[in-house]
T-cell receptor, first 109, second 115 residues
């Protein structure tokens, strides 16, 4: 059982649709990070959320940290094919990051 | 160029062979990590290092050995490769304590196949 559970595991949508992916845990995290990984590459940090209830926006991506700091969500507005990739949430126990299983997103033109 | 580089990008080896995956970073980050990524398991931490000559086990350390004689290098050795070690291996670094403040920077990975 992973400390961070992501859902859905797979998502295939058409260009222009909106979507939300989730990252849930039974544990409280001091912060959560979101990464995007493209095929053949390592994950790249998108954002870090630190405060319960915090909302951060990165262009068409909106990240939210739950009030209790046990969950986070990523909402993409008007998805584009360039958003295709594996989205990973990660949280720190200490100085290490533990990763969720990821949501694999495919955006079709 | 500055960054974190892994070599080789692809490796095929035979069961029982020793193989070493290399990781080099140019930022002098204190912390370095090795993860493996497998379908159905996500990224799992193998070993990490807080500084030169300081290493510690992660979630799945069995069958692996690491060393860190210099801050910039963090090689991962499979002492006697097994088929279950077929995976994609990622090296990562972060400058200091408090990963949530800085995030990790990952290399491009090494795809290892053990036949």
């Amino acid at each position: 059982t992973q400390l961070l559970e992501q859902s859905p595991q797979f998502l295939s949508i058409q260009e222009g649709e909106n979507l939300t992916v989730y990252c849930n845990s039974s544990s409280v995290f001091s912060s959560l990070q979101w990464y995007r990984q493209e095929p053949g590459e390592g994950p790249v940090l998108l954002v870090t959320v630190v405060t319960g209830g915090e909302v951060k926006k990165l262009k068409r991506l909106t990240f939210q940290f739950g009030d209790a700091r046990k969950d986070s969500s990523l909402h993409i507005t008007a998805a584009q094919p360039g958003d295709t990739g594996l989205y990973l949430c990660a949280g720190p126990p200490g100085n290490m990051l533990t990763f969720g299983g990821g949501t694999r997103l495919m955006v079709k033109p | 160029d500055a960054g974190i580089t892994q070599s080789p990008r692809y490796k095929i080896t035979e069961t029982g062979r020793q193989v070493t995956l290399m990781c080099h970073q140019t930022w002098s980050h204190s912390y370095m990590f090795w993860y493996r990524q497998d379908l159905g398991h996500g990224l799992r931490l193998i070993y990490y290092s807080a500084a030169a000559d300081i290493t510690d086990k992660g979630e799945v350390p069995d069958g692996y050995v690491v060393s860190r004689s210099k801050t910039e290098n963090f090689p991962l050795t499979l002492e006697s490769a097994t088929r279950s070690q077929t995976s994609v291996y990622f090296c990562a670094s972060t400058p200091r304590q408090g990963a949530h403040n800085y995030g990790y920077t990952f290399g491009s990975g090494t795809r290892l196949t053990v036949v």
